[in-house]
């Protein structure tokens, strides 16, 4: 879900296999595809202009989240708000064993500031919050990521860790007799 709204402007990612750092237009600047986006999504794309409010309902439409789909969303609040913290600290413990992602956390304290981050943008989600100014906050972490070389497979990965917690967690609550559920330690 923190996927939805990517940061398209101007910045920097490691080269593919080749160490060097390159904007975004080197890597995709040639791009016969660029030919195919709409002129307004172009325009984003190559200026970093802000997202404007016909992009945020053309992608909550492409995604289904009309007035029911968040009501929906909204219904598994209570299951969200209590699991989140289980999911996230699952996240940031896989986070610590995996070298190539906790070097990118200066301290405990780092990590901290970083899941209180997680908990309310995943706590924005929940509420079926996809306003402007969580638009905003998304693309600001997307460029950060993108600044310090954090590849999507990890943020992906960690999205992962903390969404299958809560599917889980979900599917236990509303059908406590599923067996293809586990729960993990």
């Known amino acids: 879900m ?23 237009e080197n890597i995709v600047g040639g791009d016969p595809n660029m030919q195919q986006l709409s002129k307004s999504d172009r325009d984003i794309h190559q200026t970093g202009t802000p997202v404007l409010d016909q992009d945020i309902a053309a992608r909550l439409e492409f995604l289904q989240l009309n007035d029911e789909g968040r009501a929906a969303i909204r219904s598994l609040k209570a299951i969200v708000d209590r699991e989140l913290p289980n999911g996230l ?8 064993k995996t070298p190539r992602v906790k070097r990118f956390f200066s301290s405990e304290e780092h990590i901290g500031r970083a899941k209180s981050g997680q ?9 079926g919050d996809f306003s402007e100014e969580f638009v905003r906050k998304v693309r600001i972490i997307g460029k950060v990521h993108a600044e310090i070389g954090l590849e ?21 609550k509303q059908r406590p007799s599923v067996a293809c559920c586990r729960t993990r330690a």
């Not at 923190?2 to 940061?7: A, V």
């Open 119 to 127: 908990e309310s943008h995943w706590k924005n989600i929940a509420n």
């Open 89 to 96: 600290d699952r996240f940031y413990d896989q986070l610590r």
């Open 2 to 24: 923190g996927l939805i709204f990517t940061y398209r402007g101007p910045q920097k990612f490691q080269g593919i296999g080749n160490g060097k750092k390159n904007s975004l």
């Open 152 to 172: 999507p497979r990890w943020y992906m990965g960690g999205y992962a860790v903390v969404l299958d917690h809560l599917i889980n967690s979900i599917i236990l």
